[in-house]
T-cell receptor, first 113, second 113 residues
């Protein structure tokens, strides 16, 4: 019974490159959330998706960031033209029902050089 | 702005004592509250959730909710060094919105052997 799977665990990018973060929710979960965590900061909500639909992206920057959760395959958080300020831990969480208990993946630590 | 506030700490408690972690929230319509534990460099792990006013006990953990005061707490009895971690309080947003949980910045707990 695999939990929420995220990859890669660590991602290093140079400024201007693209970062793609992947998340497979727990089996039976159809709700996916992406959060960003900066050092000494709490988890900041970015986007909430269900299969093939973005339900709420109010926490996501308007430019360079996008997310998807296709019918087949993992959810993808995509950051184009990364800048140093994008360096953070990005966590994906899933739930069986909307806003029920969230189970988190191990996160992707993005470092922008 | 819906917020969840926690004292960042560090909160230092001797081994075997009771650790008391507190949290306040601004959204009076929030109905569900969660406590997550996060070890350094790891993902948040759900340890307790509470929906109703009063106390909820699970092993050494007790969650307390007072909706009138917009206050949530977590008590850890017989504290162990392995309880040393950052504890994140989270609340669900009200108003029928689709936002993800709102997290506090966390309280850093240190259990002294």
């Amino acid at each position: 019974n695999a939990g929420v799977m995220q990859n890669p665990r660590h991602l290093v990018r140079r400024r201007g490159q693209e970062a793609r973060l992947r998340c497979s929710p727990m089996k039976g979960h159809s709700h996916v959330y992406w959060y960003r965590q900066l050092p000494e900061e709490g988890l900041k909500f970015m986007v909430y998706l269900q299969k093939e639909n973005i339900i709420d992206e109010s926490g996501m920057p308007k430019e360079r960031f996008s997310a998807e959760f296709p019918k087949e395959g993992p959810s993808i958080l995509r950051i184009q033209q990364v800048v140093r300020g994008d360096s953070a831990a990005y966590f994906c969480a899933s739930s069986r029902l909307k806003e029920e208990k969230l189970f988190f993946g191990s996160g992707t630590q993005l470092s922008v050089l | 702005q819906k917020e969840v506030e926690q004292n960042s700490g560090p909160l230092s408690v001797p081994e075997g004592a009771i650790a008391s972690l507190n949290c306040t929230y601004s959204d009076r319509g929030s109905q569900s509250f969660f406590w997550y534990r996060q070890y350094s460099g790891k993902s948040p792990e759900l340890i307790m959730f509470i929906y109703s006013n009063g106390d909820k006990e699970d092993g050494r953990f007790t969650a307390q909710l007072n909706k009138a005061s917009q206050y949530v707490s977590l008590l850890i009895r017989d504290s162990q060094p392995s309880d040393s971690a950052t504890y994140l309080c989270a609340a669900d947003p009200s108003g029928g919105g689709a936002d993800g949980l709102t997290f506090g910045k966390g309280t850093h707990l240190i259990i002294q052997p």
